[in-house]
Nanobody, 126 residues
Framework: QVQLVESGGGLVQAGGSLRLSCAAS????????MGWFRQASGKEREFVAA????????FYADSVKGRFTISRDNAANTVYLQMNSLKPEDTAVYFC???????????????????WGQGTQVTVSS
């Protein structure tokens, strides 16, 4: 069983930055691919970013590429999402997710991930 706890959300003005953290329990963190998803009010949850277990490859949604950076610290069992140049359309609840699958096929899809955090709210004002 993996438990994920996100933190770092809040209210920020457009153009500002936030850094989200996701702390994971369990001894398998370094073996798991990790992802960030978000869900805006009234919309479906969507992929934001993912990083493979070793940290060697990263994937981003087109809407955040060049502005967001995903990273991980396997010694600390934590994955991060650095969000720069934030826009009002980035407003959403952000979720981290963990996958124990060895493949990276589908790493951008929700079905890849078995464990999810409770989410942290990010609000970007214009």
């Amino acid at each position: 069983q993996v438990q994920l706890v996100e933190s770092g959300g809040g209210l920020v003005q457009a153009g500002g930055s936030l850094r989200l953290s996701c702390a994971a329990s369990g001894r398998t963190f370094s073996e798991n691919h990790m992802g960030w998803f978000r869900q805006a009010s009234g919309k479906e949850r969507e992929f934001v970013a993912a990083i493979i277990s070793s940290g060697g490859s990263r994937f981003y949604a087109d809407s955040v590429k060049g502005r967001f950076t995903i990273s991980r610290d396997n010694a600390a069992n934590t994955v991060y999402l650095q969000m720069n140049s934030l826009k009002p359309e980035d407003t959403a609840v952000y979720f981290c997710a963990s996958s124990s699958r060895t493949t990276i096929l589908g790493i951008r899809t929700e079905r890849m991930y078995a464990y999810w955090g409770q989410g942290t709210q990010v609000t970007v004002s214009s």
